[in-house]
């Protein structure tokens, strides 16, 4: 299928389902009301008195909510691209350098312990981006040899300090008093958007756009690299020094994500093999769909964790699970594909 007639009708579906986003919820704000309530924010226009509750619920809340929906789903299916070629490994995602674990740790030291109140809304997201970037270095150092950076030694050590990192986080949370802050752990460990606000949008979009810009110029050198290291530098593409550089920005890109949303999975895990089971196995055209597909997921998972249940919200990595185990088995069983797209 080509790739960009396909990215075109998914940017449409992106659209539509923002703005579904913003009028579904518990609250009742209909459909033309809430897009009357956003044209309002976006252009100044006025409003009658008795629609200042619907327009906090609709530009504070829902608004914020979903296009973080769509910015983090954007960047865990284009980071997993980048881990799968990082790696050579069809069953990596953006999660299995341990980068999110690493999070996990900052983000419930925040939660269970009280540490960096003095940082106030954001000290929940500093610490796990902080954290993420400490798993990070200490991934790094201790894969790296004297050869290189090699993917299976990325792997093996992300691996084995993310059950570290769980570990810890595990203690936290059975060692913890508080009743509400453990149930608010685990929310955060499977996934929420509930926390979204407009301070968080604007550095978590600078970031995924950055890598995605990286991304789409480091295209070529992507192709080169999934043929192994030998082709790849019979191609003149430094192989060591590419993975250092995808290592980086997968890093930066899942650590800023999992900061603003917590620990959603299968996204990264999916995305990449779905965009390569409809356009193919380049990297520029995969590149172009998964995370147009990702974002489009990821709004419409969020829409159900706060509407099915409402009041109550579910956390996202339940839906991304249900949805995600099926689809990959099917997808492993689909005739004419290759796992991994080769």
């Not at 009280?114 to 150092?141: C, D, K, P, R, T």
């Not at 604007?202 to 192709?223: E, K, N, Q, S």
Request: glycine share 12%.
């Amino acid at each position: 299928m080509p790739a960009l007639p396909l990215a075109a009708g998914l940017a449409a579906v992106l659209l539509v389902s923002l703005l579904c986003g913003v009028s579904l919820g518990a609250s009742g704000i209909g459909f033309p009301h809430a897009l009357r309530l956003v044209a309002a924010g976006l252009t100044g226009g006025r409003l009658d008195a008795d629609e200042a509750s619907a327009y906090a619920i609709v530009w504070q809340i829902r608004l914020p909510r979903t296009v973080l929906a769509a910015v983090v789903g954007a960047g865990l299916a284009a980071t997993g691209v980048a881990v799968q070629a990082l790696v050579r490994n069809a069953l990596a995602d953006p999660f299995v350098l341990g980068i999110s674990s690493g999070a996990a740790v900052g983000a419930n030291a925040v939660l269970l312990l009280g540490a960096f109140a003095s940082l106030g809304v954001w000290a929940i997201s500093a610490s796990a981006f902080g954290s993420a970037l400490a798993a990070m270095v200490l991934v790094y150092l201790a894969a790296r040899t004297a050869a290189g950076l090699t993917p299976l030694r990325l792997v093996l050590t992300g691996t084995a300090l993310s059950y570290g990192f769980s570990a810890v986080t595990s203690l936290m949370v059975f060692a913890s008093a508080r009743g509400e802050a453990a149930r608010d752990a685990m929310m955060w460990l499977l996934g929420s958007l509930g926390g979204a606000t407009w301070g968080s949008v604007p550095i978590a979009a600078a970031t995924v756009l950055a890598g995605l810009a990286y991304l789409a110029c480091a295209a070529g050198r992507l192709d080169a690299l999934a043929m192994g290291d030998e082709t790849s530098a019979s191609l003149g593409v430094d192989p060591d020094r590419l993975r250092r550089e995808l290592f980086t920005v997968t890093a930066a890109v899942t650590g800023t994500v999992v900061a603003v949303s917590g620990a959603i999975g299968f996204v990264g895990l999916l995305m990449p093999h779905l965009a390569r089971m409809l356009v193919g196995a380049g990297h520029r055209r995969v590149l172009l769909v998964a995370p147009l597909a990702g974002a489009v997921l990821l709004v419409w998972v969020d829409i159900a964790s706060r509407t099915l249940l409402a009041p109550a919200e579910l956390p996202v990595g339940i839906f991304t699970a249900v949805l995600g185990v099926p689809a990959f088995l099917l997808l492993m069983r689909r005739r004419g594909y290759t796992f991994g797209g080769r």
